[in-house]
């Protein structure tokens, strides 16, 4: 008889005890939703780098810059600093496993990445944040948002261009140009072929010379920015005045499609801009336009393919923003040694490439947080 009492109150507390469960599940969620920075800081907390995690930060738009100058605010800018002053990237987030910390907005969800300059530094870094327990990326869209070498038969220094294929430039053979036969253009040829015009050979992309960005998304991405009337400023203007017998160079910086050419090496001159044009057509078949040179992003397109086939990331949700800071040839009658090294100097069109890189990226980004219902479940 003594333990019918207990039998009568034991249901009152399991049904207490799950009552305070369901509510703490019900309500974990809304926490999240009301203080996303907490949740954040909890988070970081619990989950180190490379290790596992539960509780993942959500990740709407993965801001990609290459490189910084010097810190990361408060100076000079360069690839990182205005998304990271202008977008409330505050949270810092330590990232061992790759070149630079990263910085997170919790209340809007975008996450900025510093990789590090060329394709090795590049793949390596997308490839640890892809595969960071931390962070959910499944739904997230990726921007990849640096400066670049413009061809001046395409465009003025300032402009930035929307990339529909990123090739490859260091995946190659090459003789040196003083010994190649006479009627060979350049040294420089696809692996695998009789040389740099031969078109009986078919190319084989599986190295990773091409990638194809998502036709649909950088369709839509181009008609939201096409028509952005880019600042121009009186030190570009004079830069670009002395490329006489280059019609697009001297316009207004402007928005534009245009493939992007990544490769280690940081190559200059007229001869090196006409193998360029060459090259890209070549991998594309015809259908690229050799537009802005850069040492990365073929690296980044790597990864991506990787981590999509892992589940981790989805491919088909990769832009490519490069901003021309300096041209890819010298104008005429400069040589192109003297030219180069005074660009290394300082980059007359940086401030500009810089400011309206920002201007175009972020219509992109403000779209997709502002209609995050419809783009997270659907790539335009």
């Not at 987030?93 to 919790?106: A, K, R, S, V």
């Not at 739904?139 to 300032?158: H, M, R, T």
């Not at 190649?180 to 040294?187: H, K, L, Q, S, V």
């Amino acid at each position: 008889m003594r333990l019918s009492p207990l039998r009568s109150r034991r249901p009152s507390r399991l049904r207490f005890l799950a009552a305070a469960l369901l509510a703490s599940y019900t309500l974990a969620p809304a926490a999240q939703a009301q203080d996303p920075a907490a949740h954040a800081a909890r988070t970081l907390a619990a989950c180190k780098p490379a290790a596992p995690c539960d509780n993942p930060l959500p990740v709407k738009v993965v801001v990609v810059s290459l490189f910084e100058i010097g810190e990361d605010e408060g100076d000079t800018a360069g690839e990182f600093q205005l998304w990271k002053e202008r977008r409330g990237l505050t949270t810092r987030i330590p990232f061992p496993q790759g070149f630079h910390d990263l910085y997170y907005n919790p209340e809007t969800q975008v996450l900025g990445v510093v990789t590090g300059i060329g394709t090795a530094r590049s793949t390596a870094a997308t490839m640890a944040l892809g595969l960071d327990d931390r962070f959910d990326l499944t739904q997230a869209y990726w921007l990849v948002a640096g400066i670049a070498g413009i061809d001046p038969e395409d465009a003025s220094i300032g402009s930035v261009a929307l990339a529909r294929y990123v090739v490859d430039g260091d995946l190659a053979h090459e003789i040196d140009a003083r010994e190649i036969p006479a009627d060979w253009d350049f040294g420089y040829f696809a692996r695998g072929t009789q040389g740099p015009h031969d078109t009986q050979t078919p190319l084989d992309p599986s190295g990773g010379e091409v990638f194809q960005i998502n036709p649909s998304l950088e369709q839509w991405a181009f008609a939201l920015t096409r028509d952005i009337a880019l600042p121009d400023t009186s030190e570009i203007a004079r830069e670009r005045a002395s490329f006489a017998g280059f019609p697009k160079a001297l316009q207004p910086p402007r928005v534009l499609e245009g493939e992007q050419l990544s490769a280690m090496t940081f190559w200059h001159g007229a001869r090196m801009t006409d193998w360029a044009n060459h090259w890209v057509r070549q991998w594309t078949g015809g259908k690229g336009e050799f537009v802005t040179s850069a040492m990365e992003d073929s690296g980044i397109l790597q990864a991506m393919t990787y981590l999509d086939a892992a589940g981790r990331a989805d491919r088909d949700r990769v832009l490519v923003l490069r901003a021309g800071s300096n041209f890819t040839m010298p104008p005429p009658g400069a040589d192109a040694a003297s030219y180069l090294l005074r660009e290394n100097e300082g980059y007359a069109g940086l401030e500009a490439a810089v400011e309206n890189l920002y201007t175009v990226g972020s219509v992109l980004v403000d779209e997709l947080l502002g209609d995050w219902a419809r783009y997270s479940e659907t790539t335009p």
